[in-house]
């Protein structure tokens, strides 16, 4: 995180020991002159920008020529299509039908018109000396895992205001169905009820849902509880995704676009999060503690629509979702894994291969997303490098693209401080691109499939979104999978009332103790 400050003070002071005045007739060391990142800059604006300029020496020669036509070449052009009518004819055939296969074929563009991420309210709030205290009480942590608990919160990057469910507010824990139903119930319909105000669309008019939560999945389902509560049309296409990690919120994205591409002229509405109520663990398996530290309550509602219409108000359009499914892996396929520990307690497993297999998922998406999103240049930088590898010299380390040319935005995944760190330093990003990732860990903790949600609302509270910007977004979870979502401004973005930052904003960014 330091090394690209460092590198920037440093390039700073080259540059400014660089300005002399020499006596010399020799020409100046521009290695030492000219910062070379402005170079690089200036490289990727030509080739980003080749095939513009290869077309203005055609289009000015085309406009050249048709300054020199004379209304008589005209005149005769016009005999000789009057006399060639079938000519014409299959011609204007020809341009309607590929014109109406091009409309009828192309994607449909999906709008997010906005989203609501919930806010527990302050009773709720857990700092790290009630939960400690409240863990000692239950009676069910010996000295060493209350230790172990202790060290994880004081390195997760948490704060001392995330919140926790009711029932783990009791004395002792108060964990059941009707809890954990309480629980989904004020984080769905809280997140709902601000997004239904703030874009004053009726719950009549959705025509999808799409809910995902991981570990709690009751009959009826989380999706089936909202069309309850907001007496959803009968003909409502819904789903519950359940048991897809920290990922799914991006996964029912995909979900939603792939439905509005069929659907006409309709709204979806997809909601994220998280139980935490009956997934407490209360054993002593180290690995199985630490989601106990990590996870806190939270979860978000977004509107997308398919409608021209509606593009004028929209905030987004979705450009790209990339999936990456390690599954297949055994070791990938278990290292979160949700099971019983010697005890017969249930909980959630993580494995120490974790960040490894993270690695390898999130290289197999940036190949993948790499060729869609990164400008020419760098893609031709990528492919030098990498044929120079292979033909000539082994030991040449692989380029690594420069995605701060590709997105203006980061959104990763809050799921603890370690993934944090590993992006900034794998992507090479400066703090300032991850700075939302770790205000989210800090302020609302790992809230799952909805994190990237509680990020993107940062940065929008930060008045930093500007019309054209590329938001990327990054997130983890079980299976293992990697999915990305690509998001492109359409507008300059300015914070939702009722946003999930609105009364401290103010206080952040906030310095981290590392």
């Known amino acids: 995180m330091d090394g690209g400050g460092e590198a920037q003070v440093n390039a700073g002071r080259g540059a400014g020991a660089g300005v002399q005045i020499h006596q010399s007739r020799m020409l100046p060391d521009f290695l030492q002159s000219v910062n070379l990142k402005y170079v690089k800059l200036g490289y990727h604006y030509l080739i980003s920008n080749l095939l513009t300029l290869c077309l203005i020496p055609i289009m000015a020669v085309t406009l050249i020529e048709a300054s020199q036509t004379n209304p008589n070449d005209i005149h005769h052009l016009w005999l000789h299509l009057k006399y060639n009518l079938v000519s014409v004819i299959v011609c204007s055939a020809f341009l309607v039908f590929g014109s109406t296969v091009y409309i009828m074929t192309r994607p449909r563009p ?13 009773k ?24 172990f608990q202790r060290k994880i919160l004081e390195r997760s990057g948490l704060g001392e205001e995330t919140y926790a469910p009711e029932a783990m507010h009791s004395v002792p824990p108060q964990p059941s169905m009707a809890a954990a139903r309480d629980e989904a119930e004020q984080v769905m319909f809280g997140a709902l009820d601000n997004l239904f105000a703030n874009t004053e669309i009726k719950p009549k008019k959705i025509g999808i849902l799409v809910v995902n939560c991981s570990l709690f999945n009751p009959t009826p389902s989380l999706s089936a509880m909202i069309v309850n509560k907001y007496k ?42 998280e139980n935490i109520t009956q997934n407490w663990y209360f054993g002593n398996k180290k690995a ?77 998406n940036i190949t993948t997303l790499g060729p869609l999103v990164l400008p020419i240049s760098e893609q031709l930088l990528f492919f030098a490098t990498l044929v120079v590898k292979k033909l000539f010299n082994k030991n040449v380390k692989p380029y690594i693209p420069d995605f701060k040319l590709a997105f203006d935005h980061f959104c990763i995944h809050a799921g603890g401080r370690a993934v944090i760190d590993e ?24 809230t799952s499939s909805s994190s990237i949600w509680y990020e ?50 103010d206080k952040y960014p906030v310095k981290l103790v590392l």
Not at 252 to 273: C, E, G, I, P
Not at 460 to 489: D, L
Request: glycine share 8%; with cysteine; net charge positive.
């Open 423 to 446: 992006l900034e330093k794998n992507l090479q990003l400066l703090p300032t691109h991850v700075e939302a990732s770790r205000m989210t860990l800090h302020r609302f903790g790992n």
């Open 110 to 122: 999906v709008y997010l018109i906005d989203y609501s991420c919930y806010r527990a309210p302050d």
């Open 232 to 273: 959803l049309r009968g003909n409502i296409r819904s789903f519950n995704l359940g048991g897809m990690g920290c990922s799914a919120g991006v996964i029912a994205v995909d979900l939603a676009k792939d439905l509005l591409q069929v659907h006409r002229n309709t709204y979806a509405v997809v909601v994220s999060t």
């Open 124 to 147: 709720l709030k857990a700092p790290f000396k009630r939960f400690m205290e409240h863990s000692r009480l239950t009676g069910d942590f010996d000295e060493s895992s209350l230790e």
């Open 456 to 505: 993107l609302a940062y940065i929008e509270a930060k008045g930093r979104i500007r019309k054209g910007h590329r938001v990327w977004q990054i997130a983890f979870g079980s299976g293992f999978k990697c999915n990305s979502a690509v998001w492109q401004a359409l507008q300059n973005v300015k914070p939702s009332h009722n946003s999930p930052w609105e009364e401290c904003i």
């Open 288 to 364: 199985m503690l630490i989601p106990n530290c990590l996870f806190r309550v939270g979860g978000s509602a977004v509107l997308l629509s398919n409608k021209s219409g509606d593009r004028r108000r929209a905030k987004y359009k979705l450009v790209h979702v990339v999936r990456t499914h390690k599954g297949a892996d055994e070791k990938a396929f278990r290292c979160v894994y949700q099971e019983q520990d010697d005890a017969g307690k249930t909980g959630v497993s993580l494995s120490k291969d974790l960040m490894a297999i993270a690695g390898g998922a999130l290289k197999t």
